[in-house]
């Protein structure tokens, strides 16, 4: 990336990093022109994935959100694993949905292997009447994109038990909106309805 590098000052205004951390960021986050940083703050609970959250500085006319794109960094063991999520380019524009905030972002097993993948909000679907999600699953390669994950990802909940992700939808029929739930797996590296 073509950009202009953190300094180590201002990464500290957002929290306090060891110096692997902050290093990493410095070697891997180059800022854009007319970009600033938005956060630096901590994905989850027992601090295994850092997110840098970058933004416009001056929100684009054709965009309905400010938010560009966010480095996440995954703390391994002696290794520090970067990924980098453009939403300019990376996510199709028509997914990420006109009332998105600011693209949430949490660790949860969404595909039943043991290890926590990413997921991330890209905001409220008006049509589905509900939140839509894309997710970034762990494999032996680090985290990639599975884009068969927009299917289940309304109102998405995971159900251990049965190894399948619940969605729900909220459709208008002819007796209004109900809820109705959809099942799905995860196999070949794809998620299937069941």
Not at 20 to 27: A, D, F, G, M, V
Not at 87 to 106: L, N, P, Q, S
């Amino acid at each position: 990336h073509i950009g202009e590098r953190l300094e180590s000052s201002e990464i500290n205004t957002y929290g306090v990093f060891d110096e692997k951390i902050k290093n990493s960021i410095q070697e891997n986050v180059a800022l854009k022109e007319g970009t600033k940083i938005e956060n630096i703050c901590w994905v989850d609970d027992s601090q295994k994935c850092l997110r840098v959250a970058i933004q416009y500085k001056e929100q684009p006319e054709e965009l309905w959100f400010n938010h560009l794109e966010d480095y996440f960094f995954f703390l391994k063991e002696e290794e520090i694993e970067v990924l980098y999520v453009d939403y300019g380019t990376d996510i199709d524009m028509e997914r990420i949905v006109w009332d998105v905030k600011d693209f949430d972002a949490h660790l949860e097993d969404v595909n039943f292997d043991g290890q926590d993948d990413l997921i991330i909000a890209l905001g409220s679907n008006g049509a589905m009447y509900g939140a839509t999600y894309c997710a970034y699953l762990y494999t032996d390669k680090g985290y990639e994109y599975c884009p068969s994950f927009e299917q289940v990802a309304y109102n998405y909940r995971v159900d251990n038990e049965r190894k399948c992700i619940v969605a729900t939808i909220y459709p208008d029929t002819a007796d209004g909106r109900i809820a109705v739930e959809k099942y799905y797996e995860f196999k070949k590296n794809e998620y299937r309805e069941i």
